[in-house]
């Protein structure tokens, strides 16, 4: 069964310490794996898409990693303005599959407070 | 680019009236939407995928009969919710990806659902 777990389910973190988020996943064959980011009340904000192992995304103070079974999400030097929680999501499927299948499967998130 | 609007944002209403909800995507087609639902401290659960000009695809244990889905045109979607219940009380969200598919989503901002 595919499943997505993320790790830990929540961070303090203070100011300026930094730290990684992790996202593991079981798959039959990754067409994508993606990182949102969700603030109270609200729905998720695109963050990232990776796709095969070895890659990396940056935005800002984020970066993103893949690896064949799992994903991190680097926080570096945090702001309090960071604090949400973050999910993570995989498709799966083979890309070279023209179809509609590999809904997104969600992870329960991790809920990041960055203390200043 | 790709942003989802959702409206109402929050809606209280009686037990045994019907809701709707609607999602709109402003800068781009969707051939597909996407409805999920979210209980705190919970996953993202898919509970349809919206076509246009077709029937909507519901996910198992999803009753199709009590949340009626509409995809009138290539940039909107409906969610109705009929004969409401204190249990269908919870965080609706809507999504689409510009690429069509199940791929890289972009979300709406949500409807928090109360039922009295």
Redesign the interface.
């Known amino acids: 069964e595919d499943q997505v777990t993320q790790s830990p389910e929540a961070l303090r973190l203070q100011e300026g310490e930094s730290s990684s988020l992790n996202c593991s996943y079981t798959v039959s064959g990754l ?2 794996l ?1 990182w ?1 980011r969700q603030d109270p ?6 963050l990232f ?1 990776l796709y095969s192992a070895g890659e990396e995304k940056e935005k800002e103070r984020l970066k993103a990693t893949l690896t064949k079974k799992e994903s991190f999400l680097h926080i570096t030097a945090p702001k309090p303005e960071d604090s949400a929680t973050y ?1 993570c ?1 995989v ?1 799966a499927g083979s890309r070279d599959y023209g179809g ?5 499967i ?4 991790t809920k990041l407070s960055v203390k200043p | 680019g790709a942003v989802v609007s959702q409206h109402p944002s929050w809606v209280i209403c009686k037990s045994g009236t019907s809701v709707k909800i609607e999602c709109r995507s402003l800068d781009f087609q969707a051939t597909t939407m996407f409805w999920y639902r979210q209980f705190p401290k919970q996953s993202l659960m898919l509970m349809a995928t919206s076509n246009e000009g077709s029937k909507a695809t519901y996910e198992q244990g999803v009753e199709k009969d009590k949340f009626l889905i509409n995809h009138a045109s290539l940039t909107l979607s409906t969610l109705t919710v009929t004969s409401a219940h204190p249990e269908d009380s919870s965080f609706y969200i809507c999504s689409a990806s510009p690429a069509g598919g199940p791929g890289e989503q972009f979300f709406g901002p949500g409807t928090r659902l109360t039922v009295l």
């Open positions: 067409r994508g993606f949102y009340g609200k729905g998720p904000e695109f898409t999910l999501a498709q509609s299948q590999g809904n997104l969600f992870g329960k998130g």
